[in-house]
């Protein structure tokens, strides 16, 4: 009999997006709704933050919070792994999860309590700084949210096959996009009912449920390596005999010296997100000028600047996510498969360096739009998937604690560049939008290169008969 025939009705309709072979369907759609849900959560407090911070401290605190994210991190990190050295795979989601679902509890009760007027003073030799409720949660989320999503996708990778993972992370992907999209959906219709504190316990709910789901997925695919059950159309499973064991005892910064493949997929993050932030800014303040020019000139349609400003993007990022949507659905899949990894890890920096180039001599409202919607779109759509897809082929201890370092500390180092770079350039330089074009043109000329050798080392880590080159790496 075909296979396809053999295939369900919802394997049949997903194969519409990418391939799907029997019985995969509902492991992947649970972690699509597993993702989905984290990405709920964060979004659903996301305004939350922005309220507390903007309210409490200013734009300004908020603007140079990316600094003490990082050193946060640099501590936090460790611990991780430390735990991850400790606990197997689903008591350490269980337990992290459980910490962050307690911090929300906690900042609910803070805010409950009037928190204008509580303030913990931290000792800094003979400094005292004050962390207000909203800095602190400020801090607490930026943490939280790129935490979570990396133990996800960790998760994600132990489960699924080099194989398994190209073919079937394009479904699971989607969710973290709708997530994304929806969540913050959900918190506009949430606060003006409950109020800005109970969406916090709002979120740790949704954090449950996505918990109860990620158990419930560890237990399918326990089931499913136990069995063994190899079909003609199925991907032979995991061994499961390390599932119960501790990942290992290796510190997770030490995993990226030691490993060269890990560390240029370090650096590569950590370009992409200077890149990316330095061209909100670019894109931030092309829009602030042309919203002063255009009240001047009475050419708004009667808006005000902060108006004209909501309304640019409002529409922006409405654009943005239906084209990363789309593109996840129907693109993303086919360049994995006829492309490769070697030549889909080109595309963003690529997209990128065309559009500074254009921006570097026209930097016009129009043109900075439409290169960062295409630049934003592939990231959110081909280059999140890129990044489950990178570490299929290491071993387990490298997709919990390495990725967790790369995902989190990298990411946030990349934004503190960016503010240096912006600091700089703004006052001690005084450098046009035209300037900060050049100097992104620059940064993804360094991207481009370490992409093209990080494909080339993926290329020969998914061989079969790599895991010597892989050790060697």
């Known amino acids: 009999m075909d296979t396809a025939h053999r295939k369900s009705p919802l394997e049949r309709f997903l194969t519409i997006f990418t391939e799907v072979r029997r019985g995969e369907a509902p492991t992947a759609l649970l972690l699509t709704l597993n993702v989905f849900l984290l ?31 990082a050193l946060l991190l640099l501590l936090i990190v460790p611990g991780y792994a430390k735990l991850a050295s400790r606990l197997p795979r689903r008591p350490l989601i269980n337990t992290v999860t459980f910490i962050f679902m307690g911090c929300l509890v906690v900042f609910y009760v803070w805010a409950r309590a009037a928190p204008a007027r509580i303030l913990i003073t931290l000792p800094l030799g003979f400094v005292k700084v004050p962390l207000s409720l909203g800095l602190v949660f400020f801090l607490w989320v930026g943490i939280f949210n790129i935490m979570v999503v990396a133990q996800f996708w960790s998760f994600a990778n132990d489960i699924y096959t080099e194989e398994e993972g190209k073919r079937l992370f394009v479904i699971v992907a989607f ?8 969540g913050s959906k959900i918190a506009g219709l949430l606060i003006a009912p409950l109020g800005i504190p109970q969406l916090l316990l709002v979120s740790a709910a949704v954090l ?49 010296y030691r490993n060269r493949y890990l560390l240029l997929i370090a650096f590569m993050i950590l370009f992409l997100n200077w890149v990316n932030t330095t061209g909100e800014y670019i894109l931030g303040r092309t829009v602030q000028n042309a919203a002063t020019e255009a009240v001047q000139n009475g050419t708004a349609g009667g808006l005000t600047e902060e108006e004209f400003i909501g309304e640019f993007y ?18 993303v899949s086919r360049i994995l498969k006829y492309l490769g990894v070697k030549f ?115 290329r020969r880590l998914a061989t079969p008969g790599a895991e010597a080159t892989r050790q060697a790496a």
């Open 39 to 69: 990405l709920s959560a964060y979004y659903i407090i996301k305004p939350v933050r922005e309220a507390l911070i903007i309210a409490g401290e200013g734009a300004e605190v908020k603007s140079y919070a990316a600094a003490g994210m």
């Open 175 to 182: 969710g973290a996009s709708a997530g994304a999209v929806l």
């Open 208 to 256: 449950g449920l996505a918990l109860v789901l990620t158990n419930l997925v560890d237990r399918r695919e326990r089931a499913r390596t136990a069995l063994r059950v190899v079909t003609p159309e199925a991907t032979p499973a995991k061994p499961n005999k390390d599932i119960d064991a501790p990942v290992g005892r290796s510190g997770a910064f030490a995993l990226l």
């Open 314 to 331: 409002s529409s922006f990022f409405s654009v943005v996510n239906v084209i990363g949507l789309l593109l996840q659905l129907f693109v």
């Open 344 to 458: 889909a890890i080109l595309i963003l920096p690529v997209i990128a360096l065309s559009g500074y180039t254009l921006l570097a001599f026209a930097p016009v409202l129009a043109f900075v739009r439409w290169a960062k919607t295409a630049e934003n779109a592939t990231d959110y759509s081909l280059q999140n998937t890129l990044r489950g897809v990178l570490f299929l082929p290491t071993n387990r201890e490298e997709k919990y604690k390495a990725k967790q370092a790369i995902d989190t500390f990298c990411v946030r180092m990349g934004d503190v560049l960016s503010g240096v770079l912006v600091y700089v350039g703004t006052v001690q330089l005084s450098l046009p939008v035209q300037g900060f074009a050049t100097v992104n043109l620059a940064l993804v000329a360094v991207w481009l290169g370490l992409s093209l050798v990080i494909g080339r080392r993926y």
